[in-house]
């Protein structure tokens, strides 16, 4: 699907420009402490010229036949963009977690660290994330590395999702 930029795109927001919009697809989640499951999802990116964008994702728990048997993850929050490519991005999750992320955007790729969770008294453990985006072949992948429940930083959640 062809992609234009907006004209009142911000400098500062060139390197991830081609996130904007609404983005659709499905993707797995496995972890020590949890059963795999595939999910569907739907995450947005908009802007209003300032130098971020807001982001909003939410996600749903698919059976073996890609149909939804319970809603799942909710996130939101801000994707800062910074000179040289830059990004800082806050979040807030439905489960109970606010983080403040740091890292890299350039050639169709977006690259996070957290530097900062914070979670409520009825949040389970997690500690650390990492979070890479690329832009492939014109879809949206993503990969989220996760330290929680005591376990090591490792593979979480990975989707593969289209523009919609």
Request: hydrophobic share 40%.
């Amino acid at each position: 699907m062809p992609f234009e930029l907006p004209d009142d795109l911000h400098p500062d927001c060139a390197p991830v420009a081609w996130l904007l919009g609404t983005w659709r697809g499905n993707g797995h989640l496995d972890y020590p402490t949890i059963e795999p499951h595939q999910f569907g999802q739907e995450l947005i990116f908009t802007h209003d010229g300032r130098p971020f964008f807001h982001y909003f994702s939410r996600s749903w728990i698919v059976d073996e036949n890609g149909e939804k048997v319970r809603d799942a993850a909710l996130e939101t929050g801000f994707l800062r963009c910074r000179p040289e490519g830059k990004m800082e991005f806050l979040l807030t999750h439905n489960t109970g977690f606010v983080e403040i992320w740091y890292g890299d955007a350039a050639d169709g790729k977006l690259e996070l660290q957290t530097d900062a969770v914070v979670r409520t008294d009825s949040a389970k453990e997690y500690v650390a994330g990492h979070r890479l985006y690329g832009n492939v072949e014109g879809d949206l992948l993503y990969a989220f590395d996760m330290a929680a429940m005591g376990q090591a930083l490792q593979p979480h959640t990975w989707a593969r999702l289209q523009r919609a």
